[in-house]
T-cell receptor, first 115, second 115 residues
Framework: AQTVTQSQPEMSVQEAETVTLSCTYD???????LFWYKQPPSRQMILVIR??????QNATENRFSVNFQKAAKSFSLKISDSQLGDAAMYFC????????????FGKGTRLHILP | NAGVTQTPKFQVLKTGQSMTLQCAQD?????MSWYRQDPGMGLRLIHY???????DQGEVPNGYNVSRSTTEDFPLRLLSAAPSQTSVYFC??????????????FGPGTRLTVT
């Protein structure tokens, strides 16, 4: 069965610094999607970034980028120039690409931004 | 587009009462799902559906029923509420993996308290 593990329940970073959130997953599939979602105090879930497993190039969205290591089954999120508005819970998620199946989430990492 | 809508936003139930949490989406998404979120537990999948007339169990299905009679709606029924079902409930939808819109869109959540 597929699993998603976020090993850091909480992290803190100084404003304007860079932080990396870890995510590992376990799957025997070769084609899948990976996601990072942000949940601010408003509770709304927001898609931050997504990665297709067949693409070797790491996805980037402004200050957010991923380090996708397919062989190691690792999908970390890097936030550059951290801002106070980045404080949130961050969830990593996995989805099989070639059949209709459930989407699996990690337990989340709470990120604190220190002014 | 309204996206994913959930009603109600807040609900208080007494133990043993039943109720239905409503979820609707207007994006013609085939995949819909229900999660509950508890502190330290991340998002746990209750039930999901890959199309009208098709539902399947997630990680924590006991005490909950779903049906999917239309593409747009995916109600979650609590049969006999228990204090352990106190949680925040999220509904989400997405296209199927082979489509272009395969990331999930989330509703705003329902905070349910069972006394």
């Amino acid at each position: 069965a597929q699993t998603v593990t976020q090993s850091q329940p909480e992290m803190s970073v100084q404003e304007a610094e860079t932080v990396t959130l870890s995510c590992t997953y376990d799957t025997s599939e070769s084609d899948y999607y990976l996601f990072w979602y942000k949940q601010p105090p408003s509770r709304q879930m927001i898609l931050v970034i997504r990665q297709e497993a067949y693409k070797q190039q790491n996805a980037t969205e402004n200050r957010f980028s991923v380090n996708f290591q397919k062989a190691a089954k690792s999908f970390s999120l890097k936030i550059s120039d951290s801002q106070l508005g980045d404080a949130a819970m961050y969830f990593c998620a996995y989805r099989i690409a070639d059949r209709d199946d459930k989407i699996i989430f990690g337990k989340g990492t709470r990120l604190h931004i220190l002014p | 587009n309204a996206g994913v809508t959930q009603t109600p936003k807040f609900q208080v139930l007494k133990t043993g009462q039943s109720m239905t949490l409503q979820c609707a989406q207007d994006m013609n998404h085939e995949y819909m799902s229900w999660y509950r979120q508890d502190p330290g537990m991340g998002l746990r999948l209750i039930h999901y559906s890959v199309g009208a007339g098709i539902t399947d169990q997630g990680e924590v299905p006991n005490g909950y029923n779903v049906s999917r009679s239309t593409t747009e709606d995916f109600p979650l029924r609590l049969l006999s509420a228990a204090p352990s079902q106190t949680s925040v409930y999220f509904c989400a939808s997405s296209g199927l993996p082979r489509g272009k819109s395969y990331e999930q869109y989330f509703g705003p959540g329902t905070r349910l308290t069972v006394t």
